[in-house]
C-alpha cells in the first residue's frame, strides 16, 4: 500500500493542475483527485500508472465540467476562476505549484471552449503530452486531437486576453492602473483600451457587478461610484500578493481578505482585461495556498 501511495502522491501535483485547469474551481480539482485515489487504491493491477492516473483524472474533470456548466448558468453575476493566491512566490506546500502556472485570464477564456476540447488543449499545451497520448486519454483519433487543439488555440487567441504577459509588465500595469483610479479619474480613462472588459465576480453574496463592464467609460464610471463608496470604510488596507503566480491587489476589510484584483494590459500597454474576484468562498479557499 505505501507503494501505491507514494506513487500517487508523486503525482498528485500533476493531477491537481489537470483538474484545475479543467475547473477553475480548487475544491472542485481537490474532488476530482479524490476520486481518482478512490479508484486508484482499489488495488487492480496497472500497467502503466502514471498514464492511468492522468488518464482518469481528466475524464473524471471532463465529467464534473458538464456538470459545473449546467450550474453556472443560474450563477448570480459573472462566473470567474477561484484564484491560486500567495503573498510571494507560489507556494509548493499544497500541490497546487503547477496549477499556479495557469493565468486566470486563460482560465476565464477556455471556458467558452467545450470539455473535451480543453483537456486536448490543457493536456497539449501544458503538460506536452504528444496527439498519441491524448487520443488514448480522450478515446479519439489523433487527426481528430489535433483538430480539437487547432480550433482552440485559434478560438482563444481570437476571443481572449493576451497570455504572454511577463510579471514585470503586468506589475507595471497594476500599479500605475490602481494609482489613476484612486487619484485620477481622467488618467485611469487613458489607461483602458476601447475594448476592454472588466468582470466582477460576487456569486451573490459580496457586492459586484451583475454584468461583464464594456468600454473605458462604462467601467470608470461603475469603478470610481464603487471606490466613492468604499473610501471611507475604516479597517481597509491593500497589499501586493501573487494570483496564480501573477501580480495581484488584494484588499483586506479587518484583515478578512475582501478582494482581489489582477489584470492582462494589451500589446500598447494599455489595460484590456480586469479581473475582480469578490465571492468571499472563493476567496477564503484561495488563502489556503500560501
Known sequence: MKDLVDLFEAERPALLSISYRMLGERSAAEDVVQEVWL????????????????????????????????????????????????????????GFELAQECELALLWAMERLAPVERAAFVLREAFDADYAEIAAILERSEASCRQMVSRAHKRLQSEGPRFDVSREEAAEALERFFLAATQDHAAALEMLASDAMAISDGGGKASAALRVLHGPQDIMTVLTAVMSREKDIPGMRFAMVRANNAPAIARYHDDVLDAVTTLVPNAQGEVQWLYIMRNPDKLGRALSTD
Not at 47 to 57: D, I, Y
Not at 62 to 74: C, G, N, P, V, Y
Open 39 to 94: 479508484r486508484f487504491a482499489a488495488g487492480r493491477a496497472i500497467e502503466n500508472p502514471r498514464a492511468w492516473l492522468r488518464r482518469v483524472a481528466t475524464n473524471v474533470a471532463i465529467d464534473t465540467l458538464r456538470s459545473a456548466q449546467k450550474r453556472r448558468e443560474t450563477y448570480v453575476g459573472p462566473w470567474l476562476p477561484e484564484p491560486l493566491i500567495s503573498a510571494h512566490e507560489p507556494s509548493t506546500e499544497t
